[in-house]
């Protein structure tokens, strides 16, 4: 890419004007157009608290675009050669059957429920999404336009190859003029890197088309919008020829695509008023707001989304990506932005991508789910980033005084508050006890008092804080902190305090980073929030595909399945050499035992106990699961053994009541989380123990 900034810029502005669309339009998604209009008006801000809802929550477009982004990032080739067979294995990998990512409606009734359950049974994509499979009506609702932004935004004035790589994402569940809209868009999306004229989008984007149904819409909102502006009398015309009841299903994409068409073009250049009349039209209103705000994202810029209206401030740039990798459950645009620029540089060979800190604040005015912290009382003027005053220097703005000290946080795990609607949050923390953590600031004017600190769920899921040493910056200064050990709590947020020694000044944070597995983390004892009767956090904070996964009256976690490869899964991409244990009661069962470097539901090494006299190491890619050794081990059922998994490089070992008994090496998997897997039956673990092996010889 000849202007590497200007492209990662505007792949920013396409994630954060999705993510905007999405929590924009999210509180009336299903709201009947009267009813909108009889409440708001127009829908000039966020309604969610009107509504009395979250305004983070767990939601199919954000998490099904960022899930589906996975299949790039485990293709073996150059990701411009993807196929649909590929995105389905992506969908097997990484999607929690009746929990996460879409609405799980039924066969027949559910676009992406059936086509899942099309690919379970043994049918490849794309004939999992054809018509000749699932019939018209569900092949032409509007999910594969929902799904697909993240394609378009790595190939920049590319748009055969977005339209490519878009056609191959959305044939897993999707076809007809569903997958040709989503091209449509794509195409759009691709070429508005480099032309910001809507109409000439337009154009490209219907010039690659052969769909006449297509061709005719985009035809008939063009010809509308130049007889009228008037928002109101097109929303009625669109009523009167593209309503839902002319097609058939819960959710067609004629009527959202001649929509989001409409609310373009009425909106000309501003991002504010084309995102208002779009979601103030009804339909399917997060979706619609998700596709019209990347595309004007790209071609307006991230400046657009201020000029009017502060769509940026409320959404902080975080939001959920809900799926089976539960470690990348809470994200923000930045990250994202990151993993997008990393696959277009391997489809282009370009360098435009580089490693960053876990919070870097390298996009323009990026907080990365930053806020002033509410346990503290202070002023709520909008967290400011350093380079939207100073190019290139990076970091968030703390204003301080010597009278009062101030406190920014940001989660890394996700909220029991944000908790609402349809799609469940499951997830696991970023950041766990033991892990050290870097802190780099840089005081402005006078010295500045920091405290870093983190605030955990306690047993009862009520929050608890602790802080680290205080400390003063003067000019730049990086430091560290090692998280206290807290019997194995899970952190929700980390943040920093600051206040000034003598008069007023600034403390910029330029960064927080950390890496690896935690040094020493220890879940251990009764899981039950004895309040509420329920699974704690520390449960909570495992991703399961398991049918039941939950405390045990006399163990700590309890795994149970009728299928194989039930899994219960912690931890993130970013731990690499550790060792997992824990002491194993195997009940009944075809395979039983812990898992290491896991990665979604079929990428991970486990140490398994079989047929009662067996000990394996395995390791799980896909549909292949290869035995990489394998002993005698006579094992009774429901007594306890001390199992351990131990993982450093390519070198697998694994332990039975501290005696090393069987060992392999294996290059697949690099790093990623651990946890629990069972075939066809139960199993109960206590003590689970996870070790850093970074500084540990072999």
């Not at 403390?507 to 509420?532: C, F, H, M, T």
């Not at 009256?553 to 690499?576: D, Y």
Request: hydrophobic share 35%; net charge negative; with cysteine.
């Amino acid at each position: 890419m000849k202007n590497a900034k200007e492209y990662t810029e505007k792949v920013y502005a396409g994630v954060s004007g999705k993510i905007i669309g999405v929590f924009y339009g999210r509180p009336i998604e299903g709201w009947p157009y009267e009813k909108i209009r009889e409440k708001f008006d127009m829908v000039d801000y966020y309604v969610n608290q009107e509504v009395g809802v979250p305004l983070h929550v767990g939601d199919d477009d954000l998490a099904g675009t960022f899930t589906f982004l996975n299949a790039a990032e485990d293709f073996q080739g150059n990701p411009a050669q993807l196929k649909s067979e590929d995105f389905g294995r992506t969908w097997m990998d990484y999607i929690i059957e009746n929990k996460t990512i879409f609405w799980w409606g039924g066969l027949g009734r559910s676009t992406e429920h059936t086509a899942y359950l099309r690919l379970k049974s043994g049918i490849l994509a794309p004939k999992s999404g054809a018509i000749e499979t699932n019939g018209q009506s569900v092949a032409e609702q509007i999910g594969a336009q929902i799904f697909m932004d993240a394609y378009p935004m790595m190939c920049p004035k590319d748009p055969e190859k977005a339209r490519y790589l878009v056609k191959q994402c959305a044939s897993v569940s999707h076809d007809g003029i569903a997958v040709e809209s989503a091209c449509l868009i794509a195409a759009m999306e691709a070429m508005a890197f480099g032309e910001r004229d809507l109409y000439k989008l337009i154009d490209i984007g219907t010039g690659f088309s052969k769909d006449t149904r297509l061709l005719k819409i985009v035809d008939s909102v063009r010809n509308e919008t130049e007889k009228t502006k008037d928002f109101r009398t097109v929303r009625d015309w669109l009523e009167e020829n593209y309503s839902y009841r002319f097609f058939p299903g819960n959710c067609h994409v004629i009527p959202n695509l001649a929509l989001i068409l409409a609310s373009l073009i009425l909106g000309g250049d501003s991002f504010r008023e084309a995102m208002r009349i779009c979601v103030s039209s009804g339909w399917d209103t997060d979706c619609n707001g998700a596709n019209l705000g990347c595309l004007n994202g790209i071609r307006l810029g991230i400046d657009s989304m201020r000029e009017d209206f502060d769509f940026r401030t409320p959404v902080a740039d975080r939001f959920y990506n809900i799926s089976a990798n539960g470690g990348g459950c809470v994200t923000d645009a930045v990250r994202e932005t990151e993993r997008i620029l990393k696959q277009h540089d391997r489809i282009y060979n370009d360098t435009t991508w580089q490693k960053n800190p876990r919070f870097s604040f390298s996009m323009p005015g990026s907080v990365q789910g930053f806020e002033w912290d509410r346990n503290w009382k202070q002023q709520k003027n909008r967290i400011r980033n350093q380079n939207e005053s100073i190019p290139f220097e990076n970091g968030l703005v703390i204003p301080v005084n010597e009278k009062e000290e101030k406190a920014v946080s940001t989660l890394t795990m996700w909220d029991i508050a944000d908790i609402s609607g349809g799609y469940q949050l499951i997830g696991s923390p970023i950041l766990y006890s033991t892990q050290t953590v870097e802190y780099v600031c840089e005081a402005l004017n006078t010295s500045v008092l920091v405290r870093p600190y983190v605030i955990f769920y306690d047993y009862s899921d009520q929050e608890q804080i602790v802080f680290g040493e205080k400390r003063t910056v003067k000019g730049k200064k990086s430091f560290f902190w090692k998280i206290p050990e807290n019997s194995g709590l899970m952190i929700k947020r980390i943040g920093i305090t600051a206040q000034a020694e003598t008069g007023i000044g600034e403390l910029v944070l330029k960064s927080i980073d950390w890496d690896g597995a935690p040094e020493k983390l220890q879940i251990s004892g009764s899981l039950r929030n004895y309040d509420l009767g329920t699974p704690n956090m520390q449960i909570r904070a495992f991703t399961s595909s398991a049918e039941q996964f939950s405390f045990d009256a006399k163990r700590t976690f309890t795994v149970s399945h009728t299928e194989e490869n039930g899994l219960a899964m912690i931890g993130t991409e970013a731990w690499k050499d550790y060792s997992v244990e824990c002491t194993l009661t195997p009940g009944i069962h075809d395979c039983c035992g812990i898992i290491a470097r896991v990665r979604g539901l079929r990428r991970y090494y486990g140490m398994v106990l079989q047929n009662e006299n067996e000990l394996h190491l395995i390791m799980r890619n896909g549909t292949q699961e290869k035995v990489l050794a394998r002993c005698a081990f006579e094992y009774e059922l429901d007594k306890d053994y001390r199992m351990k998994l131990w993982v450093k490089g390519d070198v697998i070992k694994g332990f039975v009541d501290g005696v090393e008994v069987i060992h392999a090496s294996d290059q697949t998997f690099k790093e990623g989380g651990c946890g629990f897997l069972i075939d066809r039956g139960t199993c109960m673990a206590d003590n689970l123990v996870i070790s850093d092996l970074s500084g540990e010889r072999e």
